[in-house]
């Protein structure tokens, strides 16, 4: 992943439009990353869940994540609803993965 600054730290002033633009190509490139490193990870659990005979769902484990999420959002102060809504579809896209794998 690329070097970014912490969350309130990007020193606007002395950025151009092309910078800050350069700022969020590099922000979305990790993004992606992130989401896939998760979905192979998902693709993982998938196996180790059908050794055991567990079904894809586990709707206490979504919770937690999504408590997770909002508290994150809560954190960086950013819209909480929002970031949750990001992470519902990250899970959906997870047991999609992890369906299409059984
Ligand atoms: O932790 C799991 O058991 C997963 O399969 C991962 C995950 C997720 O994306 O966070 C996906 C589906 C489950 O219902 C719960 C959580």
Redesign the pocket.
Known sequence: MSESNTPGETPTEDMSLDDLREEIRMIDHDIVELIAR?TY??DT??QV?AEQGLP????S??QA?MDRAGANAEKYDVESNLVKAI?RL??E???VE?RENR
């Open positions: 998760r990870v998902a659990i998938a869940k894809t769902t586990d709707e484990q979504e994540v992470f990250l899970i896209l997870n047991k992890q």
